[in-house]
């Protein structure tokens, strides 16, 4: 079963940058799409970013020109550089996986932008 660690969430001032990782392990079998999805109180979750393990990657239009999707697919792992950060991106931050057409989901990383 595939397990997913977040790390990088945090609070910083709008216009500010953080970077989200997310490691994959315990998969028996390659990894598809991998992606950042978000959470905030009182909404549904929703896509902010996604790539496909040969690189083609999709943006929710609120993160388009502020924040890129990259993978390491040696390591398993997905990264999401945000910058200029604004208060309505405050959120809880939920790594995604798909392995044959299966989603995994990890715990989830709380970012804060303060105005």
């Known amino acids: 079963q595939v397990q997913l660690l977040e790390s990088g969430g945090g609070l910083v001032q709008a216009g500010g940058s953080l970077r989200l990782s997310c490691a994959a392990s315990?998969?028996?079998?390659?990894?598809?799409?991998m992606g950042w999805y978000r959470q905030a109180p009182g909404k549904q979750r929703e896509l902010v970013a996604r790539?496909?393990?040969?690189?083609?990657?999709n943006y929710a239009d609120s993160a388009k020109g502020r924040f890129t999707i990259s993978r390491d697919n040696s390591k398993n792992t997905v990264y999401l550089q945000m910058n200029t950060l604004k208060p309505e991106d405050t959120a809880v931050y939920y790594c995604?996986?798909?392995?044959?057409?299966?989603?995994?989901w990890g715990q989830g990383t709380q970012v804060t932008v303060s105005s």
């Open positions: 315990g998969s028996r079998y390659s990894i598809n799409a």
């Open positions: 790539i496909t393990s040969g690189g083609s990657t």
């Open positions: 995604n996986a798909v392995v044959i057409s299966r989603n995994a």
